[in-house]
């Protein structure tokens, strides 16, 4: 009976965590200011305009062409070119203008669509299937590698000129998590997470 009701403390408790931090899922990013052009508001919920734009406009455009076979009218070397090109309004992002929020999410969606005609033109080629999939697996590891390694390096250098440098459990934009885990009377789990800063290193 007790084993039972430690089982249901603990499913329950990993509930009221998942709970707390439910608006990170959400948003991939603290909620403050210097992100506020990263997330879209839907109701009261905001979401990354890149999970929640991109790669729904990918998954999306890939079924249509599939189940309407767009793709087998279009020749594998065109679906591949214009893919590219749709997918490289990402350098965009060096430019600065994709802090216009409309700009950034029109960029996801050419990203998102660029990606499918990509996804199609390498399933289109003469090869074999294996031999497609093995050429898709390879793409698109390295793009969304170099997508991930672009987005990390955004955050630590927005973080790094924040006054809260890296310190999460002091960071306003962490304050409702720390709140909700507080009122839920759980473990403040990011209360004592920090990285080092470059001002502690120089000291």
Known sequence: MKCKEKKKSKLSETFLVIKSFGSFFLRHH???????????KFRKYEFCIGCFIGY????????ILGVFKLNESIP????????????????????????IKIIKIIQKIFIGFGSALIFWGIFSLNFSVFTNFIIFLLVFSTLITVLNIYHAYGLYNTCKKCES????????????????????????????????SKSKKQK
């Open 30 to 40: 603290p909620e403050c200011e210097n992100f506020k052009g990263h997330a879209i």
């Open 76 to 99: 594998s070397n065109y679906l591949i070119i214009f893919g590219i090109l749709f997918m490289s309004t990402f350098f965009l992002s060096f430019t600065g203008v994709t802090k």
């Open 56 to 63: 729904p406009t990918s998954f999306i455009t890939i079924i």
């Open 165 to 196: 440098q890296f310190k999460w459990g002091q960071c306003s934009g962490f304050e409702a998590i720390r709140n909700k885990l507080k009122k839920y009377n759980l473990p403040n789990l990011i209360g004592d997470i920090e990285f080092p």
